[in-house]
């Protein structure tokens, strides 16, 4: 038997669990729902001449392809990461996580953000993953440097990067050093001045209890349609911003220097896209200096518009109005080190 | 939202599936995923139907679903691409993109190409190869060579269009085109939007965007992976 964690969740159980009036509502609240996916369906399908109308103009056509590719694109890697998630809930004991690994953030922070390595995938699946470890009891900094190294620093993106910038191996040096010293770097001002507290764990009060395997596919599912409810909200901001403000604007200004390097970091957040994919992206803002374009890639897979909405989804929003601008911010800086450094 | 949650894996996994088996998956993502949207979308529908069945057989016992806080309610809007898949699929990328942001650059870490040797039948190449080649030794490796493009017009002018298709890495929202200007058109030029399949020989010229020069010009329906 597991008994997972539901620690938070106490207090909502103490108040909810033996009210009578509850179980109905409950009941009825489960009918109510499949009624409403249904009645959805239904909707849809009457207003469908409408949509289809509405696809005819080329704005709102090009913002429907965009929100459902990011979508599409991110199910795979949500899935994995909602598996591996899922499976250390299921089969990793609470407290195994915070006995074997260092409690130093000196130590740990630098280990975790190392670590990300060895996860293959983009950023959408590291979420739920780094979520799901704090929730283990690893050292919150550290899971929070493994979430932001992993997307930047596995090896399929540092593969695609040489693919992007053939002959030119300093970029992916560049990349993978500015992307460990930003993750490094956060974690430990994390470490030092965060408030854990802010981590508000939402996704701890649902996991159940039972055979490990029970416990794995109840967690998820929820967690499935937690992250992918806050997926939708960044995909639908990212293909906002993708149909409303033009690249050609920001490269426009992207002419020298810093004004160069802000408005390449400004892109990587609002196009929001995938980690493997970005450097291709980058290579072809050939006007923009390099340093700028190094930003574009070390930004981009630790903060965008689709990663905020997922983090305030899953820590909650006050950790990702103070986490977001933190990590911006030492990004930018990183990415200019390295890259008048190296490139 | 146990009964609601289960429902709604379902559909995301019903509908991915679909995307895969009919191939429209092609307009958003590399044609490579698909393999890997196949095993996601089963996972998922699996993982609904099991919960779907469990929360129908527990229906009694309110212990099932005990959990039904605000956080759960995100997850609704799973339904809003669920509902655009099911009934209109987005198209692909087309015009509208075209020219509000970087193209693909050409020149980097273009090959060296071997001349064509034409044997009579013109040589079907991607838009990328095309602009590199036009780059490579000034287009000399086209060697006079009858060409096939397909893409998009992107853009309609007089005598001829801007011919595009765009590089995808990933998925459609990091889409780069690929821009080739095709010439030597009497009469109707086709649409904005429209697929084409143009057949032509280089023209060199000092223009940014290479030309091609066409000697004949296709409609043809959008091909299933209409990115390079």
């Known amino acids: ?343 | 939202m146990s009964a609601a949650g289960g429902t709604i894996s379902l559909l995301i996994g019903a509908v991915l599936l679909r995307l895969t088996f009919t191939g429209t998956y092609g307009r958003y993502v590399r044609v490579g995923m698909g393999p890997w949207l196949a095993v996601a979308g089963l996972a998922v529908f699996l993982l609904g139907l099991a919960t779907l069945l469990r929360s129908l057989r527990h229906s009694s016992a309110a212990g099932a679903d005990a959990h039904d806080h605000g956080a759960d309610r995100v997850g609704w809007l799973l339904l809003a691409p669920i509902a655009a898949l099911l009934l209109v699929a987005p198209p692909t990328l087309g015009s509208y993109g075209v020219g509000r942001g970087a193209t693909v650059d050409v020149r980097a870490g273009a090959p060296v190409f071997d001349d064509l040797r034409g044997n009579g039948e013109p040589v079907p190449m991607t838009l990328l190869e095309f602009g590199q080649r036009a780059f490579e030794r000034g287009g000399a490796s086209f060697n006079g060579a009858e060409i096939e493009l397909t893409g998009f017009v992107a853009e309609t002018e007089q005598g001829g269009f801007e011919l595009a298709r765009y590089q995808i890495a990933c998925c459609a929202a990091d889409a780069t085109p690929v821009v080739v200007r095709v010439t030597g058109l009497f009469g109707d030029v086709p649409p904005r939007d429209r697929w084409v399949t143009v057949t032509g020989v280089f023209q060199p010229g000092g223009d940014p965007i290479p030309r091609l020069a066409a000697t004949a010009v296709l409609a043809i329906a959008p091909p299933n992976d209409p990115y390079e």
């Not at chain 1, 080329?58 to 199910?75: D, G, L, R, S, Y």
């Open chain 1, 1 to 343: 038997m597991v008994r997972a964690v539901a620690d938070d969740a106490a207090a909502d159980g103490e108040r909810t669990g033996e009210d009578p009036e509850h179980f109905v509502s409950r009941s009825r609240g489960r009918d109510l729902g499949v009624a409403i996916v249904a009645l959805v369906v239904l909707a849809a399908a009457l207003f469908r001449p409408l949509l289809e109308d509405l696809l005819d103009r080329p704005a709102i056509a090009h913002w429907a392809t965009v929100f459902v590719a990011i979508v599409v694109q991110a199910m795979p890697f949500l899935v994995l990461g909602v598996t591996i998630s899922a499976g250390v809930a299921a089969f990793v004991p609470g407290d195994l996580l915070a006995r074997i690994l260092p409690s130093r953030p000196s130590l740990a922070v630098p280990a975790a953000a190392a670590a990300g390595v060895a996860l293959p995938g983009c950023e959408c699946g590291s979420v739920p993953i780094a979520a799901r470890l704090v929730d283990r009891g690893m050292l919150p900094a550290a899971a929070l440097a493994f979430l932001l190294s992993a997307p930047a620093i596995n090896p399929i993106v540092l593969v695609a990067t040489a693919v992007a910038f053939p002959g030119r191996p300093e970029v992916v040096v560049a990349r993978f050093i500015a992307s460990l010293i930003a993750a490094t770097v956060v974690g430990l001002i994390w470490a030092r001045t965060g408030h854990d507290g802010l981590l508000r764990m939402t996704r701890r009060r649902t996991v159940g209890e039972g055979p490990p395997l029970s416990v794995m596919m109840a967690t998820a599912q929820h967690d499935l349609l937690n992250a992918g409810g806050f997926l939708i909200i960044g995909a639908a901001t990212a293909a906002t911003l993708q149909t409303v403000v033009p690249r050609s604007a920001l490269e426009t200004l992207g002419g020298a220097g810093v004004l160069a390097f802000v408005a390449m970091s400004g892109l990587a957040v609002i196009m929001a896209i995938c980690s493997e994919a970005d450097a291709f992206v980058a290579a072809s803002f050939t006007a923009v200096p390099m340093p700028a374009r190094l930003a574009f890639m070390v930004v981009g897979p630790m903060v965008d518009v689709k990663l905020i909405a997922l983090q305030a989804g899953t820590f909650g929003r006050a950790f990702a109005a103070r986490f977001a601008p933190l990590t911006l911010v030492v990004a930018m800086l990183s990415s200019a080190l390295i890259g008048w450094w190296l490139l």
